[in-house]
């Protein structure tokens, strides 16, 4: 209900007429006037009430009237009618009703109550009411009523004086209001005076209206007040107390700011009364130093009082905070007061409240962005901003370094006015719980313990010592208050300015971003100036704070309390990287890096950094700000062990959960600030780089980094907290780096960069060590590459650029992880999805590949390894699409070199083999000979046999796919080159390509070949073969697609060129023995020396080159210098013949014998099928003749046609092709023949000099003399119309030469399989055979031909010697082959018996055939042959084989019957005279040899060779002795000596044991005696000096039986029991024998023809044979019946007693 409604105001009428009566009730005894007052003031409202509508109006205009009769009442001073009439002034006072005089007279009577202390509290109740219900009390009045309440303030009594301070609280605050509410009333009105701008306030108050006046002259006097002056207004002031001033000064401040901002004069009040005021009243404050004693001092220092201090630093708060832009230069001292009251030295106390005065300002950041502005951006300003800062810091650092204000060790210890923070001698926790760790959240440091107590809510500065306004005494302020306080502030005021930055950041970067887009193609820059105020705040503070935050975080033992620093510490690093400050952002990044790994931890990065920041120091009008270094003593849990990351080793560092709290916030920084790090990506991640290590994070696939064991030195030891932490860092730790997508190019690079120089870190570290290096940087550079591939581009070069250097790193696992990274880059480039894709982007996969090539200069196996590896993922991945990348691919498969390993060799091929299998026909055709070279060159590597016959296989397969895709390639390649050339002509340089001039398509052949031919002549000899097969079979199967002008090349670049290197390499191999073939392998004896391995691969070339010569010849005669190959050909198959490896010789023959058998080359169809018909062939099986090359039908090299014509050659020549052909043709075959001869003269010349104890250098082998004379005969037939003498002679020497060598004795039981079979070799049936040829040619051949005859028998004849004497090699010593011992190396001649014996047999037979031959005769071929034959007959037993003198025998028989016709025929031409000597000659060394026959011979065997023995005889008796007229006269004598020496038994009266077993030829004395007997006991004896020869001889005979019959009489008599020796018992048998045998020749003669002394001696030897009967021996005596026996036939009766011969 309103105070004006009717009821209300019936109300009041009511209750003021009820005061009324109750006054003049109480007044009416004692107090009369008062009562007749309240009456007529009963009558008076009556009247009023009656006559007036507006009632409320007539009383407040009659109010002085109506309020009469109570002001009288309270005169009474009489407590109880004074309470009545106070109530009841104060319900007019409600309902308004008191005018401006009424109020006046209403002051008055409340000013004697109060001088008379009456009703304390109801008057300022009433005052209250007064004010507070109108405005009507003004100026004078106000002030009294002002005065009033603040006199009952200072009463005794203590309720009035708390209640009159409120209510002059209240009345103040009136008066203000007052004048708002009159401001707010006026503020429409234009017409205000201008404000004067006047020094004194009393022309400045002229100008203001009524409440502003009082409210002016109000807050002058409570200046006046404070400052204890007399106030100008406030008339009656008793007395005041600063405190209460200056609480009323701050509350009008705080409370009604805008009166002061408004109004100049309420300024010029601030300005002149306020702040001098507030400067002076702070003195002793400033003074005041803790500890100084008042002697030092003259003057007493004023010591600081508590309640004034605070109420003070509470004004200026007000101040600061509202009124900062009218008192700029004021505020300036404000505050360096205030950063003053943190030092050191001043009361505890004092520094509370400053410190929370600071906390105040710390959250305005608005307010200190001010300061900033205003102070630290002027030149010669205090640089406040900057000061509250460091204040800040110094006093946190004073608070560990000092507590206890009464110690004056560590007081004093301060010099010079700086305060002694960088002493640190605190007492050792000051508040003694230094020691005990408590769960209590605290700061310690170096043994100062300070806890930490919740003082205010984030953001707010709530203080505590600042609210005591009751307090008179200072306060003791608890442990760790002040440090608290600090600590807020110091976390709001980072909270406050990096809020505020980051929020007008953004909003500035939004309005940019609009601003683009409203003109994009202006480039705006925002105006600096707001940009200036950030980076000066940043710059101006950074220092202060760093110092400060890195204090406490150190001391830190509360998480939540680090997590605040860290995040402090984070977002101001965060701050700087946006704004640009790169000092103060590497700065912020070092604490936190530091703080992250264990105290002392040497790492180069942030020690360089901080030595940087230490030189600055900063100081504060004389106190400086020192970056305190670590503490190692904090209490903190130890969550780690490990390992340090660096060169020397140290042993074991811990790490703390506030390392690992750190940690976090380190990844936290780079993971939501990596764009603004810049080049502090290096501080970050060399520190992650050394948490890693010691946590043992190593790097798992694609670089993500996961738990794992230290390698070496003791294991990193984790405690359970951190290893649930580690995964979740792990996972962050990818996360970073994931995030490095978002990062725009610049940061990205600066990423990279660091990442990069940390990792060449690294890699300076491991060199040298074993140690397990650090793969961080390695791991994350891949990490890194493989998120951002979509802008890989930008990046590559520096990554892949690093990581290759890394690749090259001593250091295995450094390398490992490298060759990881870049492969896995590699790859993962390779499969992602770009944009344009690769195949239309060239440059970007060749840019790609690259580092995948560079790979291949590292020396290293094991990245060639991964190198390769990754090249057999990519193709298996992406090998259709690689394109232009082949060559760069093919080139790292095939850069092996041999010092390799064959791990890494064997990798690449299979990469090799994956392109050969599935590749060839995707790649660009020019790559194909890059295939070939790659392949070729895995046949040429030396580590792994296998791989490079496998290789060869496919180089193999290679051929076949150039061979089936022909076209195709032919057209690519074409193309290609006349690109190239077309090039090449614009550059003006000729066309660089192998075999140039020939097509392309050719080339690749060429260089197939090439390829091959170098394998050809590779050390290892299963290579070789290997290549050699390929090599030739290509070129059969694949030949018919090269053109001609290419065969040309292939002919002397290929073949022959491969020619001269085996040749050559042969030549020179090595001849010492090779064990084994590597491994276990057994290597045969045939290859254990590199000279028979490479004879085997010279014995492969030249059979593939003769081939092709034999199945192309018709190709290759069309070249135009085929006679030029031919000869080169036929020279290297001399030389190879004349090689000292009996292998290649044969095979050179081999080849030899296969060229000369080609037929003459067959023109288009003129082989007529009837000739292969007539051969047996059916002409189906003929392949028809295509024709493959350009135009002309070539043979197929299998085809069978060409078989047979090579076999048949011939019977089917093909019809002679012309004139100039045939010449040709027998140029070839000279050229052959002369190949021919000169190999043959070279291989059969026996050595010279040397003895023959000396080793011949090489002595050819028989297979190869075989061949070579084998192809004697095929070539004859093709020169026999010009074979000379001359050459027949060449051809004797040869086959002499051939036959004489002899063969070692471990080849001789494979070509004699025994002494006893009596076979020819195949090299002497060769020779024979062609002796056989060449006869037979002469026999049909013309008559000049014929007197080649006695050159063929003198031939045989040479070797029919052999029988007996075989031939000499040089001065070779031989053995005979029956002695030779086939395990020792020496010589053995060969069995040449068979061979003499077949020449022999055809010497026999020749003659027979040749013998009237002019040529045979003149000759004198029959002399050679007796000659020749005089040898075994001789030798006889003699003879190696007993079958030679035989033959010999039989053959001279032959060969005189024969002959001796021819001889006698020619008598008179005197052609044989001198053949008859010999073979009287070969008749005496015959049968009477020198030889004796051997022991073994059987009785039966003597017999045969008797009989034989007796032929001849015969033959004497037969064919020369009845034809003595034509025989020369000494020839008979001396065959009748012969006879005379036969009949005797001559025996050598010498015994020798070897002639013990002498069998006596009884038959052959037989039927010499008879022979003799009858022709020289014959009429005929022509001579007597026959007779008396045959005569001579028989008396000797005779004789010598008698001596030895008596001599074994005699011995027989003396021996006794005793047999006596075999030998004389042989030899009386003998002579036995031969007495016998004369007994029945004498018979058989005409008695006439005997002489008589021949009988006297014979019948003489009678007693004597007598004397022997009693012989003992049973031979003796059955001999002695036998001779005895024939006596009987001269036992007659005797006629006369003349005895015959005595005359």
């Known amino acids: 209900m309103s105070t004006s409604s009717p009821e209300a105001v019936k109300k009041l009428l009511e209750n003021m007429q009820t005061d009324l009566r109750s006054l003049s009730m109480e007044c009416k005894k004692k107090f009369p006037p008062v009562k007749e007052a309240a009456e007529s003031g009963i009558v008076k409202i009556k009247t009023i009430a009656a006559r007036n509508s507006d009632i409320l109006a007539t009383l407040k205009e009659n109010s002085s009237e109506v309020v009469q009769p109570f002001l009288m009442g309270c005169g009474t001073k009489e407590p109880k009618i004074t309470q009545l009439c106070l109530a009841a002034i104060q319900r007019l006072m409600s309902h308004e009703v008191v ?587 060399a520190t992650l780089q050394h948490l890693v290590w010691i946590l043992g994070l190593k790097p798992g696939v694609g670089g993500a980094l996961k738990p794992g064991r230290a390698v070496e030195g003791p294991s990193t030891v984790l405690t359970t907290a951190v290893m649930t932490d580690l995964p979740v860092i792990a996972n962050i730790l990818s996360r970073l780096f994931e995030s490095s997508q978002y990062l725009d190019d610049v940061s990205l690079h600066h990423l990279i960069n660091a990442l990069c120089s940390l990792s060449l870190e690294a890699v300076e570290m491991a060199y040298g060590t074993n140690k397990e290096p650090s793969l961080f940087a390695v791991a994350k550079l891949l990490e890194t590459g493989l998120v951002n591939m979509d802008r890989i581009e930008i990046l590559w070069r520096p990554l892949t650029g690093h990581l290759l250097e890394v690749c090259q790193h001593p250091n295995a696992r450094m390398r490992e992880w490298g060759a990881e990274a870049v492969t896995s880059l590699i790859k993962a480039g390779l499969a992602y999805k770009h944009n344009p894709p690769l195949a239309q982007n060239q440059r970007l996969q060749l840019l790609l590949l690259n580092p995948l090539k560079e790979l291949s200069n590292v020396l290293h196996a094991d990245i060639r390894q991964k190198q390769l590896e990754s090249v057999l993922q990519i193709l298996q991945s992406q090998g259709d699409s690689l394109g232009p990348g082949w060559p760069l691919v093919l080139g790292v498969i095939g850069a092996i070199r041999n010092d390799q390993g064959e791990s890494l060799i064997r990798t690449a091929f299979q990469c090799l083999q994956l392109v050969v299998t599935d590749f060839l026909p995707t790649m660009p055709c020019a790559c194909l000979q890059i295939v070939v070279d790659v392949a070729g ?71 197939l070949y090439a390829k091959l031919g170098q394998l050809c002549v590779d050390p290892r000899p299963a290579v070789r073969k290997s290549a050699g097969q390929t090599m030739f079979s290509t070129i059969a199967a694949h030949g018919t697609l090269l053109q001609q002008s290419t065969w040309h090349i292939v002919v002397w670049k290929v073949l022959f060129h491969l020619l001269d290197c085996v040749r050559k390499s042969s030549t020179t191999a090595d001849k010492e023995k090779i064990e084994s073939g590597g491994g276990n392998i057994l290597i045969h004896h045939s290859r254990d020396t590199a000279e028979k391995q490479w004879a085997e691969t010279w014995v492969l070339t030249l059979a593939g080159v003769a081939r092709i010569f034999n199945t192309r010849r018709y190709l290759l005669q069309q070249l135009g210098d085929f006679f030029k190959a031919w000869e080169v050909l036929l020279d290297h198959i001399q030389s190879a013949a004349l090689s000292k490896n009996s292998e290649v010789s044969l095979a050179a023959l081999k080849s030899f014998q296969e060229i000369l058998q080609i037929a003459t080359p067959v023109k288009d169809s003129a082989m007529p099928t009837d000739a292969l018909a007539a051969m047996g062939v059916s002409p189906v099986l003929i392949d028809p003749l295509s024709a493959p090359g350009p135009g002309r039908p070539l043979l197929r090299s299998d085809s069978m046609l060409e078989r047979l014509t090579s076999y048949n050659g011939a019977e089917l020549q093909a019809p002679p092709p012309g004139e100039e052909s045939a010449l040709e043709d027998a140029a070839l075959w000279w050229s052959a023949w002369n190949t021919w001869y000169r190999t043959g003269t070279d291989s059969t010349r026996p050595p010279s000099g040397g003895t023959g104890t000396d080793r011949p250098s090489f002595v050819p082998s028989q297979p190869f003399l ?315 004896v022509s001579t007597p000096q026959e007779g008396y020869i045959s005569r001579m001889a028989l008396s000797v005979l005779l004789k010598r039986s008698q001596d030895v019959l008596r001599r074994y009489v005699d011995d027989e008599r003396l021996s006794g029991r005793c047999p006596l020796p075999r030998q004389q018992v042989t030899e009386i048998i003998f002579v036995l024998k031969a007495i016998s045998t004369l007994m029945d020749s004498l018979k058989k003669t005409q008695p006439e023809n005997v002489d008589g002394t021949t009988w006297a001696q014979v019948i003489a030897l009678y007693p004597t044979l007598v004397e022997c009967i009693t012989c003992s021996s049973s031979e003796v005596s059955s001999a002695l019946k036998e001779a005895m026996g024939p006596f009987k036939d001269f036992m007659q009766p005797p006629v006369s007693r003349v005895q015959n011969g005595e005359s």
């Open 99 to 685: 005018s401006e005089a009424a109020a006046g007279n209403i002051i008055n009577m409340l000013w004697q109550l109060m001088e008379n202390g009456l009703e304390e509290l109801k008057l300022l109740q009433t005052v209250l009411v007064l004010l507070t219900t109108n405005t009507v009390v003004h100026d004078q009045v106000l002030s009294k009523a002002i005065v009033l309440c603040f006199r009952l303030h200072f009463t005794k009594d203590n309720i009035t004086n708390n209640t009159a301070a409120a209510t002059v609280r209240q009345v103040v605050t009136v008066v203000f209001e007052r004048m708002v509410a009159e401001d707010e009333r006026f503020k429409d009105m234009v017409d205000q005076p201008p404000p004067v701008q006047g020094n004194t306030n009393r022309r400045s108050v002229s100008t203001l209206r009524p409440s502003a006046k009082d409210a002016y002259m109000l807050f002058q006097d409570l200046c006046q007040l404070v400052n204890a002056d007399a106030p100008y207004w406030l008339v009656g002031m008793t007395e005041m107390t600063r405190t209460f001033g200056l609480e009323l000064l701050e509350s009008v401040l705080n409370d009604f700011p805008g009166v002061f901002l408004q109004h100049q004069e309420f300024s010029f009040l601030l300005k002149e009364r306020v702040c001098p005021l507030v400067i002076k009243l702070f003195s002793p404050n400033i003074k005041f130093r803790q500890g100084n004693s008042s002697a030092a001092s003259p003057a007493p220092v004023e010591k600081p009082y508590f309640p004034i201090c605070m109420r003070l630093l509470r004004v200026v708060s007000v101040l600061i905070k509202h009124f900062y832009s009218l008192l700029v230069t004021e505020c300036e001292i404000f505050l360096s007061l205030l950063v003053k009251f943190l030092d050191g030295e001043k009361p505890q106390w004092l520094r509370a409240v400053a410190v929370e005065s600071v906390h105040r300002l710390c959250v305005q950041p608005h307010l200190l962005r001010s300061f900033c502005l205003s102070y630290d951006m002027k030149q010669h300003s205090t640089k406040v901003f900057r000061d509250i800062v460091n204040a800040l810091g110094s006093f946190i650092q004073s608070l560990f370094i000092v507590l206890n204000t009464g110690n004056p060790a560590a007081t004093n210890a301060s010099t010079g006015g700086s305060g002694s923070q960088g002493a640190a001698q605190g007492g050792p926790g000051a508040g003694g719980q230094g020691g005990s760790l408590t769960t209590q959240a605290a700061f310690e440091y170096r043994g100062t313990w300070i806890p930490l107590m919740t003082v205010s809510v984030q953001g707010s500065a709530k203080a505590t010592y600042l609210e005591m306004l009751d307090k008179v005494e200072p306060p003791s302020i608890p442990e760790g208050y002040a440090m608290s306080v600090a600590f807020s502030a110091l976390l709001d005021l980072v909270r406050g300015i990096t809020s505020m930055i980051e929020r007008e950041l953004a909003k500035e970067e939004e309005e940019a971003a609009v601003r683009r887009e409203a003109n994009p193609d202006q480039n705006t820059q925002p105006e600096p100036g707001a940009r200036l105020v950030w980076e000066e705040m940043v710059s101006t503070c950074w220092c202060g704070l760093l110092a400060a935050l890195s204090l406490l975080l150190d001391a830190s033992t509360d998480e939540t309390a680090t997590e605040s620093i860290l995040k402090a510490e984070l977002t101001v690093a965060a701050l700087c990287g946006r704004l640009g400050l790169v000092t103060p952002r590497d700065a912020f990044i070092t604490a936190i890096c530091k703080a992250s790994l264990p105290p002392h931890y040497a790492l180069t990065v942030l020690s360089s950094n901080t030595a940087n920041l230490n030189n600055k120091a900063y100081s504060i009008q004389g106190q400086s700000v020192q970056i305190i270094s670590s503490s190692s003593e904090s209490h903190q849990q130890v969550v780690a062990v490990g390992q340090p990351l660096s060169v020397q080793p140290q042993g074991t560092v811990v790490l703390t959960a506030k390392n690992i709290q750190c940690m976090r916030t380190l990844l936290n920084l780079a993971h939501c600030h990596g764009a603004v790090l810049g080049t502090s990506w290096q501080l970050v991640l």
């Open 937 to 1007: 060159s895995f046949g040429l590597q030396n580590q792994e046999l296998n791989i490079s016959l496998t290789s060869i296989g496919l180089l193999w397969n290679i051929s076949d796919y150039f061979f089936q895709r022909g076209e195709a390639i032919t057209q690519d390649l074409e193309r290609e080159e006349t690109a190239l050339q077309k090039q090449a002509q614009e550059k003006g340089e000729p066309l660089n390509r192998p075999f140039h001039p020939a097509p392309p398509f050719d080339c690749l052949w060429l260089c």
């Open 1266 to 1580: 075989t061949a070579l004379v084998q192809i004697f005969p095929a070539l004859y037939q093709h020169i026999k119309t010009g074979f000379s003498m001359e050459d027949l002679r060449k051809l004797g020497v040869i086959l002499h030469g051939a036959v004489s060598i002899p063969i070692s004795s471990d080849a001789s039981p494979f070509i004699l399989p025994s002494y006893t079979e009596a076979v020819l070799t195949s090299l002497q049936e060769a020779v024979l055979t062609a002796l056989d040829v060449l006869q037979k040619a002469i026999c049909v051949g013309p008559e000049n031909l014929q007197v080649m005859y006695p050159a063929v028998f003198e031939q045989l004849l040479l070797f029919v010697e052999f029988s007996c004497k075989p031939p000499q090699y040089g001065k070779l010593e031989t053995k005979h082959v029956a002695n030779a011992k086939y395990n020792q190396a020496e010589w053995v001649a060969l069995n040449y018996v068979p061979f003499a014996e077949r020449s022999l047999e055809v010497v026999v037979d020749l003659y027979h055939k040749t013998a009237c031959h002019k040529a045979v005769i003149n000759e004198k071929v029959l002399q050679n042959i007796i000659k020749t034959l005089r040898m075994p007959l001789g030798l006889k037993y003699g003879c190696p084989s007993e079958s030679t003198w035989k033959l010999a025998v039989s053959s001279l028989l032959k060969v005189l019957s024969t002959g001796l016709p021819v001889a006698r025929q020619h008598a008179s031409s005197g052609k044989f005279d001198t053949m008859w000597p010999e073979l009287s000659n070969a008749f005496e060394d015959f049968l009477f040899t020198k030889s004796t026959p051997p022991d073994n011979v059987s009785i039966q065997e003597f017999q045969k060779n008797e009989a034989i023995d007796v032929e001849v005889v015969q033959l004497i008796s037969t064919e020369i002795l009845p034809f003595a007229i034509f025989i020369p006269k000494d020839f008979v004598g001396q065959i009748m000596a012969m006879l005379n020496k036969g009949s005797i038994h001559s025996q050598s009266s010498s015994f020798t044991e070897a002639e013990v077993d002498v069998r006596m030829r009884e038959e052959f004395s037989k039927v010499c005696f008879e022979t003799l007997l009858q022709f020289s006991f014959s009429n005929k």
